[in-house]
Each structure stands twice: as structure tokens, then as C-alpha cells.
């Protein structure tokens, strides 16, 4: 039997599903049961009948799972698939961040670790960070740790001050002005459609800009026939390969050949086999967190239903 057949067997028989992050390889679609954005899948981690959750993605979507969902087995492929920009905050510069802006709420964005959501007030992902922030009613609020989609929420919100943790995501931070500006010469005609993640240079030159679920449909409602595609590679393989299957007859171009996040890309259906197969690769944490980390997803989840 070969790989894929033998994952959707084990998955089967273990009662198992397996959530996949749109920058994964796209061969892991094939055994997926949810493929999307971090939103999207944290909705189907907090939903699942599942007893295992594999997740397809990096170890902060895996944990936000974990939290979802803390009586499930949630199991990461690879345990090295890390988040760069998750890891550039922890406990100690969070703690002096609030120091300095003492008494303002704090909203985390998905792309962080657990005990970083735990001693924050609310969470957010790209889809929904300005309906977060606007939620809060406040004239100031910290927002950790990525300064640019901070700063992307602040340039949609006049009556608040966004004050950014210095996080940043290399991968979109690769993305130049010169990429853009030679798109335009190469491709006259097509739509340039970036991720919030990218330096505000980048975001006030492109045609649109949304989170990969929000560039996603986009694409997919817009009557342009090409695109240039402003975030990872993942997303420009999933638009094309559904182009081909659904005849939109629409081309997707990646801004820069390295745009590819290192990380996602660790994860492989080897791993995914033997990580299943073991039950290996399990998300533990620490029970003290768990309750307040919890309330900071579910407190943006909340927001999302009303
Ligand atoms: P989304 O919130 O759009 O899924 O992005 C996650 C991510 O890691 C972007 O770099
Ligand atoms: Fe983290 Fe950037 Fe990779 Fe997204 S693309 S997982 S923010 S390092």
C-alpha cells in the first residue's frame, strides 16, 4: 500500500484527522481533512470529534489546537517545525514591553507561543486582527509580536494607537520593493495581492491585502486572469492547482522564488505516517497555562460567532 493509503487507514482506525496550514507541501492535502488558514483551522481543532489531531503546520498551531482542544492527543509531524517570529518574543521581553506601556491591553497574534497567550488579553489572527483590535473599545493597545501586522491595523484604524512588539516574519520581510516594481513592468496586467505579514512598503504597493484565506477568495471572485502573489509559496501551488481543477483559467505567480517558510516545509508524509503510527511528537503543556491561554483564543473565537 503506499503512503497515502496507508495514512488514511491509520487515520481511520486511530479516529484521528489532520489539519493542514495552506504553506504546507501540497502533497499533504491528499490525506487532509481540513486544509486553511489559522483561523480556519483552530475553528476545526475547537470542533473536532476526533481523538487524534494531526497538525500539519508549526508548533504554535499545533499548541493552539492543544488548547482547543486539551483532551485530544495533538501531535506535530516534526517537532522542529518551529515559528521564526513566535520565537522572538518570550516571557521576559513580553513582561518589559508591558512595563513600559503599563495598563493597556495586550493582543496577541496567533503566532505565538502558549505561555506568551496566556499573559495576553486577547488573541488574533491575520483574518481578524482590525475586528479584534477595534472590539477592545480602547485608545491604546499593545500588540505582540509581529510590528507589521500591527502596523497594518493601525493604518485601518484612526481612533486607536496600536503600539507594536519588533517581531517580524523573515520570510514576507523578504519580499522587496523591487519585486513589486519589476511585477509591474513583467506582468502589466495582473493584481498584486500581499499578506499583512509584509513590510508596510510592500503593503501600500500591492492591490490588495488580506490574510491567505482572505487572498484566497480574492483571487478566486476576481475577474483578473493573473496574479502576483505576495506571501508564501504554498498559497500561489493551492490557487494554481485549483485553477487547473475548476477551469478559472487564472495564473498565480510567487512575487520572489524565496518566499517559502522553512519550517512549514519541514513537515513531510514520512512524518506524518510515523508520527501517527507511534502516536509520537505529542503536544504536552504545562497545566498552568492552559486555562489562561485557552481564554485568550476563545475570547477572539467568541468575537468571530457574535
Ligand atoms: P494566516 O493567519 O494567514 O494563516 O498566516 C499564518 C502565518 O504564519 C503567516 O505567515
Ligand atoms: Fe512564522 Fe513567517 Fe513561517 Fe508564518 S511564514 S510560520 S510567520 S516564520
Redo the contacts with the bound molecule.
Keep these: 500500500m503506499d503512503l497515502i493509503n496507508q495514512i488514511k487507514k491509520l487515520k481511520k482506525e486511530k479516529n484521528a484527522i489532520i489539519l493542514t496550514?495552506?504553506?504546507q507541501n501540497i502533497e499533504i492535502d491528499e490525506v487532509s481533512d481540513f486544509v486553511g488558514?489559522?483561523?480556519y483551522l483552530s475553528q476545526m481543532a475547537a470542533k473536532t470529534n476526533a481523538d487524534i489531531i494531526v497538525f500539519a503546520g508549526v508548533f504554535f498551531m499545533a499548541q493552539s489546537a492543544k488548547l482547543l482542544s486539551p483532551n485530544k492527543k495533538v501531535l506535530l509531524p516534526n517537532p522542529q517545525s518551529g515559528?521564526l517570529m513566535a520565537d522572538m518574543i518570550d516571557l521576559e521581553n513580553l513582561k518589559i514591553f508591558k512595563e513600559k506601556h503599563p495598563n493597556i491591553p495586550v493582543v496577541c497574534y496567533?503566532?505565538s507561543n502558549a505561555e506568551i497567550k496566556a499573559n495576553c488579553d486577547i488573541c488574533c489572527?491575520?483574518?481578524n486582527a482590525i475586528d479584534v483590535v477595534s472590539s477592545l473599545k480602547t485608545d491604546k493597545v499593545l500588540f505582540v509580536p509581529d510590528t507589521y501586522l500591527g502596523k497594518y491595523v493601525q493604518s485601518k484604524l484612526q481612533n486607536i494607537e496600536v503600539i507594536t512588539f519588533n517581531g517580524f516574519?523573515p520570510?514576507?520581510l523578504r519580499i522587496r520593493v523591487e519585486d513589486i516594481e519589476q511585477a509591474r513592468k513583467t506582468y502589466k496586467d495582473a493584481l498584486i495581492l500581499a499578506?499583512p505579514?509584509c513590510h508596510q512598503e510592500i503593503i501600500k504597493r500591492a492591490d490588495f491585502t488580506g490574510?491567505?484565506?482572505e487572498i484566497m477568495d480574492y483571487a478566486k471572485k476576481s475577474d483578473c486572469k493573473r496574479f502576483v502573489v505576495a506571501t508564501?509559496k504554498g498559497v500561489v501551488d493551492r490557487l494554481n492547482r485549483d485553477s487547473k481543477l475548476n477551469n478559472w483559467n487564472k495564473e498565480f505567480i510567487l512575487i520572489n522564488e524565496n518566499i517559502i517558510?522553512p519550517n512549514m516545509k519541514k513537515n513531510t508524509l514520512n512524518d506524518i505516517y510515523k508520527t501517527l503510527l507511534g502516536e509520537t511528537n505529542e503536544i504536552i503543556l504545562d497545566e498552568k497555562i492552559i486555562a489562561p491561554a485557552k481564554q485568550c483564543i476563545e475570547k477572539m473565537l467568541q468575537l468571530k460567532s457574535n
Excluded: G
Design positions: 496550514h495552506c504553506y488558514d489559522s483561523l515559528c496567533i503566532n489572527t491575520s483574518s516574519c520570510t514576507h499578506h505579514e490574510s491567505t484565506k508564501e517558510c
